[in-house]
T-cell receptor, first 114, second 111 residues
């Protein structure tokens, strides 16, 4: 099992460019998440998907869109990148069977917007 | 407002010098508290889940405990390979499976 995979690992964008971050999990998990991690701010939830076909905003959704393509895949899109979106982005997944269940994280995408 | 505060921000220990990391939380209706380890350039790795006050869990040199206001991660006789950032997160009963993370404690263990 690969767990949670993310592509790309690194990306440099210019202000105004768009891109999509890809995430896939092979654990048959129901829920998937996108976080950003900034120094001194901790992990902050951008969007999440409790099940296939549903998505909801997290703490910092502005400037992002998501698509839950199927049970395995959850993508994050930046339509018009801004320097404030320079960050490390993590995708995670969990079983979510109605009881506390840990989230498993991918290796991250380091994004720089110039 | 829900808050998760970790202290200290950074901790340097000599190999074998035991210590504790703290995670204080203000959450109404705690469903679970999670501890993660994060190595530089990698994603967080799950360590423990604690569900109720008084619960303890152990894994190698790590032991996590939970009270109604805080959790401790005790590190006994640490080794250099224990160097990492340790994150705690809380899950509320009213928030489904979403987690709220603290900012972490960076631990460095010198040989």
């Amino acid at each position: 099992n690969a767990g949670v995979t993310q592509t790309p690992k690194f990306q440099v964008l210019k202000t105004g460019q768009s891109m999509t971050l890809q995430c896939a999990q092979d654990m048959n998990h129901n829920s998937m998440y996108w976080y950003r991690q900034d120094p001194g701010m901790g992990l902050r939830l951008i969007y999440y998907s409790a099940s296939e076909g549903t998505t909801d905003k997290g703490e910092v959704p502005n400037g992002y869109n998501v698509s839950r393509l199927n049970k395995r895949e959850f993508s994050l899109r930046l339509e018009s990148a801004a320097p404030s979106q320079t960050s490390v982005y993590f995708c995670a997944s969990s079983l979510w069977a109605g009881v506390p269940y840990e989230q498993y994280f991918g290796p991250g995408t380091r994004l720089t917007v110039t | 407002e829900d808050q998760v505060t970790q202290s200290p921000e950074a901790l340097r220990l000599q190999e074998g010098e035991s210590s504790s990391l703290n995670c204080s939380y203000t959450v109404s209706g705690l469903r679970g508290l999670f501890w993660y380890r994060q190595d530089p350039g990698k994603g967080p790795e799950f360590l423990f889940t604690l569900y109720s006050a008084g619960e303890e869990k152990e894994k190698e040199r790590l032991k996590a405990t939970l009270t109604k206001k805080e959790s401790f991660l005790h590190i006994t006789a640490p080794k250099p390979e224990d160097s990492a950032t340790y994150l705690c997160a809380v899950q509320k009963k009213s928030s489904g499976d979403k987690l709220t993370f603290g900012t972490g404690t960076r631990l460095a263990v010198r040989p």
